[in-house]
């Protein structure tokens, strides 16, 4: 029996260490019984130990997150294989391909049951605090309540993408900001592959960043 499904195919994932260290990120290109081949159309792989254990983090829009513990088979600069996988037990799935980021933007409030329409009502500034594929967290002065839904415009490589979300947590901020965690509603393809090719190349620099201040210690 395969530890994955086919239709994890071409998935984003993450490859970490078992305390959680990001060791690179890739997708899925090849699912085998008992294991797993990465690639990254992006970036040069990095060269992990034969038999070193790793954890995959695996995500797929239509099926959801995936948690796999394995061990580097193979690696070379321009694919890996994960071996003798198991699957890991659901936990903390909103961790999972989290960026801290500071993008000050713009939201359009969307009028109720009109989730799918274009008709807006009014704009308000946000600032997005934290990013993942299947939502975000925003601070702004405005008030919102748990299941309103807008929409923001996220600048993704000279592009305003625009995606429609919704409030699933209301927090605190300070006296003057009020917090809401937010996911994504129906967003298409194209989106989804731009979310995460820019959350893949953020990651990269705090890879890069990260390998640069350990070996300058």
Not at 53 to 72: A, D, M, P, R
Not at 99 to 115: C, N, P, R
Not at 116 to 127: A, K, L, M, P, V
């Amino acid at each position: 029996m395969y530890p994955l499904s086919e239709h994890y195919l071409q998935s984003p994932c993450e490859v970490k260490t078992l305390t959680n260290e990001l060791l690179t990120t890739g997708a899925i290109s090849e699912v085998l019984q008992a294991s797993v081949k990465i690639h990254n159309n992006f970036d040069i792989l990095p060269i992990l130990h034969c038999n070193m254990q790793v954890k995959l983090n695996i995500y797929n829009e239509t099926s959801g997150f995936k948690v796999l513990i394995g061990k580097v088979f193979l690696s070379t600069p321009e694919m890996m294989q994960i071996t003798d996988l198991q699957a890991l037990a659901e936990f903390e799935k909103r961790s999972f391909f989290r960026l801290k980021v500071s993008i000050h933007t713009q939201a359009s409030l969307l009028q109720e049951d009109s989730v799918s329409e274009e008709e807006e009502q009014r704009s308000f500034d946000i600032t997005v605090t934290d990013l993942s594929l299947n939502g975000l967290f925003i601070r702004t002065t405005e008030y919102l309540d748990l299941g309103q839904s807008f929409i923001i415009m996220l600048n993704l490589y000279d592009m305003d993408i625009p995606f429609c979300c919704q409030v699933q947590r209301v927090n605190t901020v300070d006296d003057f900001y009020n917090g809401y965690g937010c996911s994504f509603l129906d967003n298409s393809t194209r989106q989804f592959d731009l979310l995460s090719k820019f959350i893949f190349e953020k990651q990269r620099e705090q890879i890069k960043n990260s390998r640069e201040e350990k070996s300058g210690q």
